[in-house]
């Protein structure tokens, strides 16, 4: 059977387009929030295959998105490679960081796979539970992005730490990257290898770069991985998002060689509509849009329905979900999209 979320991504023109929505597993959902209620320990309740495959169904029960992305987080990398990751109640992730070469030398490689065998489990469960026309979306944050966590320790920084060592020993960073991009690549290797039908690499603070900076630790780590990835399965898709990427998107396209990239709800539609000419896009509806409902919302969807609608297009927000989110704006969400096919008014 066809999957609408594989044929956009390969480039084809849909009857509408399909969507998912970055985060759609999360706080806003009160089943999820039930069961987090029980898991307290972040890390382990991503380890856990009963509980991830349970909240990765939940908001297709509810919505029937076009594609379920795996129950996970970006840091189980660092995490599997043995630096120290917590997850603390309203505050997010904490991780030892790491500042110098011992501490990149500290990590190992090689336990990677075997410490992340849950999730590979958890895709195997979920390639035989999700419905026949949904596809299934794994994922891993991009090299930069993870590299931040790692160096700087905790989110909601200006990634200052880490753009500082990228400028001043280039050589050590360059290290971090290599071994990220290694790991990434295997890991990524092996969610296809139990079920992913479909890649998204998250470069949530890409934009944070200057534009060599942008070419050396975005664009480079990106390509390698596609490459490698698509050296071991040339038909899977791979999404990037370099997020806020600003004018360095179409670079990012040109030369990563992904199939489809995640705009920012900074993106205006007219330069969409142009990226759309060299690859799928998917976005870019702004998530506090989401939030407000109502006629804000219908207006918002519209114009990125009418801009972007005939394809090849994946609808999707401009980053995640936010968990104050009502669940019926979802709900309006999904019979929009799923009511816009071309003829149908
Ligand atoms: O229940 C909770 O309190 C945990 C909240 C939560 C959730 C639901 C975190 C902590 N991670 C996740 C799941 C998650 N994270 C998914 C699952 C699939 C889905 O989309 O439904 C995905 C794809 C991610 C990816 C992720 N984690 C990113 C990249 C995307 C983005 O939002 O930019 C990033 C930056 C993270 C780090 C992270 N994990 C969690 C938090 C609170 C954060 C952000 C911390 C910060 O502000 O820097």
């Keep these: 059977m066809s999957k609408l979320f594989l044929d956009a ?16 597993a999360g706080r806003y959902l009160p089943e999820y929030r039930e069961v987090r209620k029980n898991a307290k320990n972040f890390l382990n309740f991503c380890y856990t295959p009963d509980l991830a495959v349970e909240v990765t169904l939940q908001p297709l029960r509810r919505y029937g998105m076009d ?23 309203g505050e997010g992730p904490v991780l030892e960081p790491i500042r110098s070469l011992a501490g990149i030398e500290s990590l190992d490689k090689n336990r990677l796979l075997d410490h992340l065998s849950p999730v590979f489990e958890t895709l195997g469960r979920l390639s035989k539970e999700i419905p026949a026309e949904t596809a299934l979306i794994g994922f891993a944050g991009a090299p930069w992005t993870v590299a931040v966590y790692m160096v700087e320790g905790r989110g909601g ?19 971090l ?26 470069d949530s603070w890409s934009g944070v770069l200057s534009e060599s900076q942008f070419h050396r630790w975005v664009v480079e780590p990106n390509k390698a991985i596609v490459r490698r990835v698509k050296e071991k399965y040339p038909a899977v898709p791979v999404i ?27 993106v205006p539609l007219e330069e969409a509509k142009a990226l759309q000419k060299i690859c799928t896009v998917q976005g ?62």
């Design 9 to 24: 991504l390969n480039g084809k023109k849909t009857d509408r387009p399909p969507f998912w929505l970055m985060r759609q």
């Design 67 to 89: 594609a379920a992305i795996l129950f996970s987080d970006i840091l189980v990398i660092p995490d599997g490679l043995g630096q120290s990751v917590e997850f603390r109640e």
């Design 157 to 175: 920084t200006d990634c200052g730490t880490a753009r500082s060592w990228a400028y001043r020993q280039p050589e050590e960073f360059q290290a």
């Design 177 to 202: 990257i290599d071994l990220l991009v290694e790991s990434t690549a295997a890991y990524l290797i092996e969610q296809i290898a139990h079920g992913a039908e479909a890649i998204q690499l998250f």
């Design 240 to 266: 990037g998002f370099p997020r806020q990427a600003g004018l360095m998107y179409e670079t990012f396209i040109r030369e990563t060689g992904v199939d489809a990239v995640s705009l920012d709800s900074n």
């Design 284 to 345: 870019n509806l702004d998530n506090q849009a989401l939030v407000a409902g109502g006629a804000a919302l219908e207006t918002e969807t519209i114009r990125i329905l009418e801009a972007l609608g005939e394809g090849p297009f994946v609808f999707n927000l401009g980053h995640g979900i936010l968990p104050h989110t009502p669940p019926e704006h979802v709900a309006w969400l999904a019979d929009a999209i799923k009511g816009s096919a071309a003829g149908s008014s």
